[in-house]
């Protein structure tokens, strides 16, 4: 089984409708992140949280919320999704003794129309 | 701030040619990590190497070869004899601090038959 799991795989929803994606380890990391991939720009951190009671903004995080539910599952939702959100997203694991090394997961296609 | 930037968008190259994907880093601190992932078109990110600020030494691994040179600030991966399935984009990144991954925004490389 995938150290890293996210759900859906793949998610096409309408514009304005609320949506979750969630990203569950078994790695037993104390950091989690999401990243969102676009064709052309690379990997934009979103959010990233280093401990259940800690998140963090990054780069884009406007648009868009998470929640840190246990140490292991790290959700992210967007309130109410427009096309322009539509690309890929990564939610990724470290842990705090080797902060350097993160490990992804299988990515979202996130399609909002 | 950390920046990464991947100047090639788009490489072609034929098969058995040998081609290297540039990376330039910017980075204040000292201590330093750098990467460089595979993703190939099922969309998963492939970790290949992981280098330290302080070790400069070249790595090679198979076909793979990476060139970290701190006085030009780069950490160029080189392919050789490519393969078809070396088609990807390669993405180089770097992680200093407490800042997650900063990424460049890619390089896709296509290798033609």
């Known amino acids: 089984d995938a150290d890293v799991t996210q759900t859906p795989r793949n998610r096409i929803t309408k514009t304005g409708k609320r949506i979750m994606l969630e990203c569950s380890q078994t790695k037993g990391h104390d950091r989690m992140y999401w990243y969102r991939q676009d064709p052309g720009l690379g990997l934009r951190l979103i959010y990233y949280s280093f401990d259940v009671k800690d998140i963090n903004k990054g780069e884009i995080s406007d648009g868009y919320s998470v929640s840190r539910q246990a140490q292991a599952k790290f959700s992210l939702s967007l309130e109410s999704a427009i096309p322009n959100q539509t690309a890929l997203y990564f939610c990724?694991?470290?842990?705090?003794?080797?902060?350097?090394?993160?490990?992804f997961g299988p990515g979202t296609r996130l399609t909002v129309t | 701030a950390q920046k990464v930037t991947q100047a090639q968008t788009e490489i072609s190259v034929v098969e058995k040619e040998d081609v290297t994907l540039d990376c330039v880093y910017e980075t204040r601190d000292t201590t330093y990590y750098l990467f460089w992932y595979k993703q190939p078109p099922s969309g998963e990110l492939v970790f290949l190497i992981r280098r330290n600020s302080f070790d400069e030494q070249n790595e090679i691994s198979g076909r793979y070869s990476w060139n970290f040179q701190k006085s030009t600030s780069s950490f160029n991966f080189t392919i050789t004899a490519s393969q078809v399935v070396d088609s990807a984009v390669y993405f180089c990144?770097?992680?200093?601090?407490?800042?997650?991954?900063?990424f460049g925004k890619g390089t896709r490389l296509s290798v033609i038959a």
């Open positions: 990724a694991t470290s842990d705090y003794q080797d902060p350097y090394e993160q490990y």
């Open positions: 990144a770097l992680h200093s601090g407490n800042t997650p991954l900063v």
